[in-house]
């Protein structure tokens, strides 16, 4: 679509005519000398009855006026504006904590065919769908053991997510469990973030039995952050031992960082947990628009320069051409007898 930048300025193009109605040229008045061969004269120097043998007053209208509309045309700054180009940009983001300690290979869960699969398998199936169903959302992912690691930076590359969530595997970050250090990780990886909303969900079967800061204090700093961080337990809440699922420090951790703790005994129960999540952190995203715009204001301005050139070299010919070549008999001269002037014969 053609627009102009100032489109006022087209309102100038009756600017010359204005200013030649309210200033007429200034007529002169120059001294003439009469002789009896007037005729003889003009007739010599190229003019008939007193008037130009060639007239090109409407030419030169006519071209003014098309150099005067070019030039303006340029001066409007002419655009051409391309389809509107869209982009979404996402308003949250979203970090996934998922324990890969030992207790991760209990095989206490089934996937979808009912058959019997370790916990980690279970999870990525679940955490698998719920990621692909968060499009608009920034997604990260981070996995911890003996230490937190990150597993995949925050990216809208959802199945890229999805990729490296399937590519982790039970113990390879070490067979113990370190939710708070994790969540202290995750804190660290929002600081750069400059989504209006951001969420922390972590995922895990037992306690915090390697941790350097303990998980409630890292859901404090959390919270002073604008973060909000959930707490999905999986697995028997009756084990004993290093393995034992902690659920009071998973509760004070949700209500520390303004979040909500969910326990999952089973794979269903792993599904409606996330697909409570995904309706409480509802997608949403901001799509700004642009449209391009190509300056095109050379193409008059280039028209006006030849279009110029052009009339300056058809009126040198045209001058040219009509250029008297006097005989030499219609010279005139001062008669040395007399002292008046005479046409020579």
Request: net charge negative; charged share 25%; hydrophobic share 45%.
């Amino acid at each position: 679509m053609l627009s102009f930048g100032y489109p006022w300025l087209l309102l100038l193009l009756p600017l010359p005519w204005l200013l030649r109605a309210a200033a007429p040229p200034r007529r002169v008045t120059r001294a003439a000398v009469q002789t009896p061969f007037g005729d003889r004269l003009e007739a010599a120097l190229g003019r008939v009855g007193g008037a130009p043998t060639h007239t090109s007053g409407g030419r030169d209208l006519l071209a003014n006026s098309l150099l005067w509309l070019l030039v303006l045309a340029a001066l409007a700054r002419p655009q051409w504006i391309e389809p509107p180009v869209t982009k979404d940009l996402p308003t949250r983001d979203l970090l996934l904590l998922v324990d890969l300690s030992g207790s991760m290979q209990q095989e206490d869960f089934t996937d979808k065919a009912g058959k019997k699969v370790d916990r980690l398998t279970a999870v990525k199936q679940v955490l698998g769908d719920f990621l692909v169903r968060r499009q608009g959302d920034r997604v990260g992912l981070v996995v911890f053991g003996d230490a937190p690691y990150l597993q995949a930076p925050f990216s809208t590359d959802l199945q890229l997510d999805r990729r490296l969530l399937d590519e982790c595997e039970v113990g390879m970050a070490g067979p113990r469990t370190a939710l708070g250090d994790a969540i202290g990780l995750g804190v660290n990886l929002f600081d750069q973030s400059e989504a209006p909303a951001k969420t922390i969900i972590a995922l895990t079967d037992g306690n915090d039995t390697k941790s350097r800061v303990p998980p409630v204090e890292a859901a404090r700093v959390a919270s002073q952050r604008d973060i909000t961080v959930y707490t999905v337990a999986i697995g028997d809440p009756t084990t004993a031992g290093e393995d034992k699922l902690d659920v009071q420090t998973l509760k004070d951790v949700a209500a520390a960082a303004d979040g909500e703790y969910f326990f999952a005994a089973d794979r269903d129960g792993l599904e409606g947990i996330y697909d409570q999540l995904d309706k409480i952190e509802t997608r949403k995203v901001e799509t700004v628009s642009h449209r391009p715009r190509s300056e095109l204001y050379y193409w008059p301005l280039a028209a006006a320069l030849l279009l110029s050139l052009a009339f300056r070299a058809l009126a040198a010919v045209r001058q040219r051409a009509a250029e008297p070549h006097p005989d030499p008999r219609g010279v005139v001269y001062v008669n040395a007898l007399t002292g008046r002037l005479e046409l020579a014969e």
